[in-house]
């Protein structure tokens, strides 16, 4: 199998695009898997671990309102996160030209009245703002593995569609 996070990483470079991850379930899983690749870091500006849902809103600017009406686990919550952690992680204060997030639940417990399994990823590509529902089964570590190879696919089709 190829690996797909070299291979966003290639097609950011190639592109020269900068991407910035916010992350809540994945822990930083995703930024990790990224920078694991050789050369990351002229792509990669780096990534926030918001697992408090008080730091989706003080740090990655997600409507404090949104949050206690649907809790974490949100498709609009996802795409906040995305568009949110492009500014937040600016360098010299230009902005990165990609956001993407992942937020929802791993379990072992439902959270927020969602169930396990409950994924929502956030990409914001300039002014383009999107997200992506998975519903996925299996272990709490199978869960976060399979968002963060979820959310390389799904950003590298998004940027060769």
Excluded: C, W
């Excluded at 950011?12 to 899983?29: F, I, N, P």
């Excluded at 997600?62 to 686990?73: C, I, K, M, S």
């Excluded at 010299?92 to 009245?113: K, L, N």
């Excluded at 997200?131 to 940027?159: F, K, Y």
């Amino acid at each position: 199998m190829p690996d797909v996070g070299a291979g966003l990483v290639a097609l950011l470079k190639q592109r020269g695009l900068t991407v910035a991850v916010a992350e809540s379930l994945t822990g930083g899983l995703l930024v990790a898997e990224l920078i694991r690749t050789p050369g990351a870091s002229a792509v990669v500006n780096g990534g926030v671990v918001a697992y408090s849902t008080a730091l989706k809103h003080s740090v990655l600017g997600v409507d404090a309102e949104l949050l206690a009406a649907n809790g974490a686990v949100d498709p609009l919550v996802a795409e906040q996160m995305a568009a949110g952690v492009r500014s937040a992680l600016a360098v010299e204060g230009t902005p990165a030209d990609i956001g993407i997030s992942t937020t929802g639940v791993a379990g072992p417990e439902p959270q927020d009245g969602k169930p396990v399994g409950t994924v929502y990823l956030g990409f914001a590509i300039g002014t383009r703002v999107t997200n992506v529902a998975l519903h996925l089964s299996g272990t709490r570590d199978g869960i976060r593995s399979a968002v963060v190879s979820e959310s390389l696919r799904r950003l590298t089709q998004l940027l060769t569609d």
